[in-house]
Every structure is written in structure tokens, then in C-alpha cells.
């Protein structure tokens, strides 16, 4: 008979069985996604918030890790873009041709310059989806705004050479350290013979806010 | 003989696998319409044939002679359609990088590195470095001649960026749209040996502004006389490989109407090269400003500027 040798066959109880037998005894059942409309308001921004902040020391610490990439989300990228654009106001100017970039060009340039490379890299033959890459590139904004912080700070004190020369080692710095966090969650999903190509856009991207930092002036 | 075999419909890669059997085999490609006179043309007279002969045994050239036709076969509003037109190595965009720094006299740009498969990424991406470099040292050239000045106050001049990425975005895609428009027109009225796609001419526009880059910033050295050498140096470089490019596609023509398009061309660019020297860079200070003289009986302090 067909099934002869499936005789000797026997299951026993180290074989790992599985599946999944769900009992609805608690109310967090299967209705678990829908009881988030009944929890106190708290909860909620608390939770996204927390994500937020995981993100964020993930940028800091850039490790090969998933979890920035798989939960993504644009909270982190637009309050980064809007700080970064607002401490960049105020820049002096004898006319208004002449100064620091506005609000909304710094606006623009971050999110279409996210948009730009993130197309790019896709239509390089990159793997990665496109709100994936725009939350990376949004989140390793991060070191940059620590940067114009620190650069505030420091013109508050003065704007002489030695506050110049702080500053830009610290723009320097962070520049740096924004290139590889990106590029460290970035590169694993591009094509190997064309991660050069994929990098240098982002490099452009981070000098380029580089620059705006770095050229702020007070008035 | 033709054996049945032969007469039977085969797919790309039976043919590709066909020809790696036979390399010296008499092959068809088959092209869009738009690259059909060319190729009837190139036959008759073969200008770059021999090249693309002798580069048969190559995997490189053997896709790119077969699938020439097949490339851009995805309709227009998918994304793969666009996806053929990054379709580059890292090596490959080096190598056209070198290619127009270094112009080969006598080889084609085009027919040398872009070879069918032209791409946007060169054109974009050193069109937005170009604007970024023009922009910063020319801030930067600005910064280290007014320095010393007492009354003068550092402003980033961040307006000059949308300035500066008008200007080249323009010419890196306007003008290759209007020599495209003029080449078809003059291509309808008289047969040319080589006519270009819009494509190809954008990324021959794109690749040759690349020495404008280091140019850029060598420019901020705040002497006129180096400048100008600097300029006059690039414009042949980047003029010599947008020549030899067109020049083969309007030769046929009516002698006066080559030499204006190339002379249109290179106008064009050096105009492109002279305007951003002298928009984005403050002219360069000769000579010191003179000493204040002391003012007598309240009259006015005279300084020269």
C-alpha cells in the first residue's frame, strides 16, 4: 500500500505542534486593534511619542537594527524639519535677497530633497519602500539640529573666530555622523555596484543643510 | 541556407545565447522608430559600426545591440519605464565622468560611453551639484574678498541658490530640447549620417557640464586672470566634447547652417559660464583701497573702492 512506510512514523510529544487556539476569556482579544479608541488620550500620544523617541536614540547610536526602518513614521522628520527651520529664522540681512534661507525654503528643501533621493534610489533598483527611506533621511536630520542648537548657543556668546572655528567643527561633526547614520540604514537595500550612486546624493543632501547651518548668522 | 529553424519567431535570449555561439555572425538589431535612418545610414556608411562590430563578443554590447529596441518598452506611466533610464553602474557613470573631463579627439561622446543607453542620473545629479557648488563658493569667494573690510557684514546670499538652479536646470534641459527640435527638422529635409535622441542630447549636456564643478570652486581664488584662464580652460574642454557630438549630425547639411548650430552651441555654453562668473562672483579687487586721508577743515574723507 501507498502509505506503508508512514507506519513507523510516530508523533511524539517533542515535536513541536503549531498553531494558534485563541480563548476570547479577557477583553484584549481579538479586538485589541479597535480598544485603542476607549483608552485615555494619554496612552496614545505616549505610545507614538515613545516610538518617536526610539527613533530617535536609533539615529544616535545608528546599529543595524529594523525597527526604524519597519515602523516608520513622519512625526520625527517634521518636528526635526520645523525646529531646524525655525531656529534657522532671524538670520541677518541688509535686504531680503540677501540673507539666510526662509521658513518655507528650508522646508522645502529638506522634503523634496528627501523625495528626490528617495526616488532616486528606487529608481536605482533600491528595495527599500519609499516612507521608509523619507523617515530615515527625516530622523537623521537629528544631529543636525543638535548642531544648530549648539550653534545658537554658542553666537549667543560671540561671533568672533574662535565661536566660528567651535562651530564648525561641530557642523562638521554632526554632518558626518548624519552621513553614516543614513547610509548605515540605507545601504543594505540598494544594488551593490551602485551604492556609490545611492550615497553621494545623501552626502549632497547633508551638506547642504551643513551649509545652512554653518552660515547662519545673527544679527 | 535558411532552415526552418531559422524562419521560426525565437526570443531575445535564444538570440543573445545564438551569437554568444557565433560571434561573427551578421546580426539585425531591431530600434524604435526614431533610430531606424540612423542605423539604415550607419549601415551605408559605417562611421561607428566598425566600433560596434569589433565590440560584438562583449555581454555589455551584445545587450545593449539586442535589447536597444526592447529597453524602453514599458509604457510611459509605469515605473519601470523610468527605471530604464537609470539603468547605470557606479563604473559606468565614472567612466562617462572621465569621458567628458578627458575628450578623445575624434571619438563621439555619445557613441563612446552613452552607446544606447542613455541615463538621467549624470544630467540630474551634476546639475544639482553644479548649483550648490556655484552657489557656496561663490558666497565663499565673496566672504574672503570683503574681508577685511570693516563696514562689510557676512550674509549667506541663500536667494542666489533658486538663482543659480533656474539658470542651469534651464540650459541642461531647454537647450537640449531646442537642438533636438532643430536636429529632427533638419534631419527631415536632409538625411544625416547620426541623429541623436532627446535623451542622449540631455545626457551629453548633463555629462560635459561636470568640469564646470571643480572650475566652480577653483574660481573662488579671487584673481581675474586666473579666473579667466580657468574659464577659457573649461569652455574648451566641455565646448570640444559638445562639438565633436554634433558635429558629425550636421555636417551634411548646408555648410553655413552646421557651422551655425556649432557655433550656436558653444556660444550658448560659454555664455552660461560667463554669466555665472559674473553674477555669483564679485569681481576681485586689484589693488588695495587707499589710504584715509585726514579730513581738513570738515571736508569729506576721500577713499577709492
Known amino acids: 500500500p501507498q502509505f506503508a512506510g508512514l507506519a513507523d512514523v510516530s508523533i511524539s510529544g517533542e515535536v513541536p505542534v503549531e498553531g494558534e487556539i485563541t480563548v476570547p476569556v479577557s477583553p484584549h482579544g481579538p479586538d485589541e486593534d479597535f480598544s485603542t479608541l476607549?483608552?485615555?488620550?494619554?496612552?496614545?500620544?505616549?505610545?507614538?511619542?515613545?516610538?518617536?523617541?526610539?527613533?530617535?536614540?536609533?539615529?544616535?547610536?545608528?546599529?543595524?537594527s529594523s525597527a526604524l526602518l519597519r515602523d516608520w513614521d513622519l512625526w520625527g522628520p517634521l518636528v526635526l524639519c520645523v525646529s531646524l527651520a525655525l531656529m534657522l529664522q532671524g538670520g541677518a540681512a541688509d535686504s531680503k535677497?540677501?540673507?539666510?534661507?526662509?521658513?518655507?525654503?528650508?522646508?522645502?528643501?529638506?522634503?523634496?530633497g528627501a523625495v528626490v533621493i528617495t526616488l532616486n534610489s528606487k529608481l536605482l533598483g533600491g528595495t527599500i519602500s519609499f516612507f521608509q527611506s523619507l523617515c530615515v533621511l527625516g530622523y537623521c536630520v537629528l544631529p543636525l539640529t543638535v548642531a544648530m542648537l549648539v550653534c545658537r548657543l554658542v553666537l549667543l556668546a560671540?561671533?568672533?573666530?574662535?565661536?566660528?572655528?567651535?562651530?564648525?567643527?561641530?557642523?562638521?561633526?554632526?554632518?558626518?555622523w548624519s552621513t553614516l547614520a543614513s547610509t548605515a540604514f540605507l545601504a543594505d537595500s540598494q544594488p551593490p555596484n551602485r551604492k556609490a550612486l545611492v550615497v553621494y546624493?545623501?552626502?549632497?543632501?547633508?551638506?547642504?543643510i551643513s551649509w545652512m547651518i554653518l552660515?547662519?548668522?545673527p544679527q | 541556407m535558411a532552415t526552418v529553424d531559422d524562419l521560426k519567431f525565437q526570443e531575445f535570449d535564444d538570440a543573445a545565447n545564438l551569437l554568444a555561439a557565433n560571434p561573427d555572425a551578421t546580426t539585425i538589431s531591431i530600434n524604435e522608430p526614431a533610430e531606424i535612418s540612423k542605423n539604415q545610414h550607419g549601415r551605408l556608411q559605417e562611421p561607428g559600426r566598425e566600433e560596434d562590430d569589433e565590440l560584438l563578443g562583449t555581454d555589455d554590447s551584445d545587450k545593449t545591440e539586442l535589447l536597444a529596441g526592447q529597453k524602453k518598452s514599458a509604457p510611459f506611466w509605469t515605473f519601470e519605464y523610468y527605471q530604464t533610464f537609470f539603468d547605470v553602474d557606479t563604473y559606468q557613470v565614472l567612466d562617462r565622468i572621465k569621458g567628458s573631463v578627458f575628450p578623445v579627439p575624434g571619438k563621439n561622446f555619445v557613441r563612446l560611453y552613452i552607446r544606447s543607453n542613455p541615463d538621467?542620473?549624470?544630467?540630474?545629479?551634476?546639475?544639482?551639484?553644479?548649483?550648490?557648488t556655484i552657489a557656496v563658493s561663490g558666497n565663499l569667494s565673496n566672504f574672503f574678498i570683503h574681508l577685511g573690510k570693516p563696514t562689510y557684514h557676512y550674509v549667506p546670499e541663500f536667494r542666489k541658490v533658486s538663482i543659480a538652479a533656474t539658470t542651469i536646470?534651464?540650459?541642461?534641459?531647454l537647450v537640449p530640447l531646442a537642438l533636438w527640435g532643430f536636429l529632427m527638422w533638419r534631419n527631415s529635409k536632409v538625411m544625416n549620417i547620426v541623429s541623436y535622441s532627446f535623451l542622449e542630447i540631455v545626457c551629453v549636456y548633463g555629462y560635459s557640464l561636470f568640469i564646470y564643478i571643480p572650475t566652480a570652486i577653483l574660481w573662488i581664488i579671487p584673481q581675474k586672470v586666473v579666473r579667466w584662464v580657468l574659464m577659457v580652460f573649461s569652455l574648451c574642454l566641455s565646448g570640444s566634447v559638445l562639438v565633436m557630438t554634433f558635429w558629425p549630425a550636421v555636417r551634411d547639411d548646408n555648410r553655413r547652417i552646421a557651422l551655425a548650430t556649432v557655433a550656436t552651441i558653444v556660444?550658448?555654453?560659454?555664455?552660461?559660464?560667463?554669466?555665472?562668473?559674473a553674477y555669483f562672483f564679485d569681481a576681485p579687487e586689484l589693488d588695495f583701497p587707499a589710504p584715509i586721508i585726514p579730513a581738513h577743515n570738515g571736508t569729506t574723507v576721500v577713499t577709492k573702492s
Not at chain 1, 560671540?158 to 558626518?176: E, K, N, Q, W
Not at chain 2, 538621467?120 to 550648490?132: M, Q
Open chain 1, 97 to 112: 535677497d540677501d540673507g539666510g534661507p526662509q521658513f518655507a525654503e528650508v522646508f522645502v528643501i529638506i522634503w523634496f
Open chain 1, 38 to 64: 476607549d483608552e485615555p488620550v494619554r496612552d496614545t500620544i505616549m505610545r507614538d511619542l515613545k516610538a518617536v523617541g526610539k527613533k530617535f536614540i536609533h539615529v544616535m547610536y545608528p546599529k543595524k
Open chain 2, 120 to 132: 538621467l542620473y549624470g544630467p540630474f545629479w551634476i546639475c544639482a551639484t553644479l548649483v550648490f
Open chain 2, 267 to 277: 556660444l550658448l555654453h560659454a555664455l552660461l559660464a560667463v554669466g555665472c562668473l
Open chain 2, 169 to 173: 536646470y534651464a540650459y541642461a534641459w
Open chain 1, 215 to 217: 552660515t547662519f548668522t
Open chain 1, 158 to 176: 560671540g561671533a568672533g573666530t574662535i565661536s566660528f572655528i567651535i562651530r564648525l567643527i561641530v557642523v562638521l561633526a554632526m554632518f558626518g
Open chain 1, 201 to 208: 546624493p545623501i552626502f549632497l543632501f547633508y551638506f547642504v
